[in-house]
């Protein structure tokens, strides 16, 4: 049988961590600016507070399942500021997950100390921490993703399954697909499961095999009951923006460009796990009593980021987020692992031999702390200056997709209209701009504000329909990235910009009145 299931902390410590979780989570959360998905995704569960017979199933014309977005609307109610609303539900999302974690852990053999330490991994390594504060899918799919995993491993683990055990990881693994398609890359991982048990034959893992796929055709049915919105079709449309046809990775050659991109991949869970818990995440194949989950956890992890990695056009580290809660688990593991071994095994050592090693473990530990520490406080005061991969320092700090300057024009609209009528012109149709502005008006006295996209970028001039809307407004301005404006009149003048970290494009706000 798997490890045996091991007692829970006490409830003082689990409740200790739950404080400090949505203290560390809470502080702060709106410092960072808003990013281009985020604004998408609270600006369509806008629209569905507005009229939800008309965009209920909207955001599936972009290829994505609506379960998310769903979550964020009775947010959008329960608090004023519509950012924090959002990113409220990754904290919580994020509280789950450190209590799923701990409970799989414990499921695998984990005892009590081994579940507090992976509690604590969840509160501050970078990867989960950046993703519990910040309005993305990802963490929500990881989270069903856990509840799957806590499903299936009581399926291998009892011969004789209980039937809502079945249906519950089925509906949890539905719900993952309605979070996002990628879901469908699970499902490999789910038999992996079955070989935790030791010394059984096929025959006698074939029940839970033949379970574990009864929940995993639950899922399916669950994802497939999308089809009853129009739009089912689009979600399948999108895949080829982010992926390389298959014929042409394994029949053109492109495999031999995506595996280049291999070592940065893994460079992606080096610095957002701490180079100590990556690492650690290996060491339980030298266990004798842990290497067999190590190897079920470590190939879960690859199984699942590879479709990504191997098909990948453009591959951001929050698409391959869900494999590090494999990592996680194996490195809460590992650790215990190596205590046994060195400290509770029956075999005598030297006192220095102890000593050695204990102050090596710490010293490593101390290295993933310190790194996680850092994260966090950049993220807490100092946003900007965050230590991202370079994919993601671009996408989150530096090009259009960042909301930096986003707060400022939300001011400077509020504070003109209540005086005059002003209309917005931004660049592009969704997205940072305008959904950026938009998201922070909902629900409030638009009577002397009109704000629209104008679908261009570059910005090479104002097209009509603009124009003849915003007939009879005292002031017009024009949002746009400096690096994308190209209007050559001089009827315009620099209100304010707020430029972005790394001499990277400003967020500009022009006065277009007199050109208009």
Known sequence: MIHKIQPQPSRSVQFALFFLYLFTHLLNITRFPVFADESIYIRWSQLIIDDWHRYLFFPMNDGKTPLFIWILVPFQFLFRDHLFAARFVSVLVGLLQMFAVKEIVRRIGGRPKTQIFSMILIMILPFWYFHHRVALMDGLLTLFFSLVILGVIHIVQNRRVSLPVIVTTGIFFGLSFWTKIPA?????????FSFLPKKRTFTERLPSLLWIGASAVIGIVIFALLRVSPSFGQLFHRGADFTYPLGDVLFHGKWLTTIQNFPSYFYYFIVYLTPPIFFLAFAGLFSKTYRRTTVCLLLAAFVFAFPFMFFGKMVYARYLFPSALFLTLSSALSLQGMYDRFFRSSVEKEMWHKTGIGVAVALVLANAISNSLLFMGYSLFQSDLIPFVSSDRAQ????????????????????????????????????????????SFHRQNLKNIY?????????????????????????????????????????????????RPNHASCLQVWDITHFV
């Open 451 to 499: 704000i629209e996209g104008t679908g261009q970028y570059p910005v090479k001039d104002i097209p009509d329909f603009f124009l003849k809307k915003a007939v009879g407004y005292d002031q017009i301005i024009l949002v746009v990235n400096s690096d994308r404006m190209q209007m050559t009149s001089q009827d315009r003048s620099l209100v304010f910009q707020v430029c």
């Open 184 to 192: 469908l890359f699970f499902l490999p991982v789910l038999p992996l």
């Open 396 to 439: 989150y700090l530096e090009d259009w997709s960042s909301g930096h300057g986003i707060s400022e024009t939300v001011e400077f609209i509020q504070k003109q209209a209540q005086t005059k009528k002003i209309a917005v012109a931004t660049e592009g149709r969704f997205g940072t701009l305008p959904d950026g502005l938009l998201l």
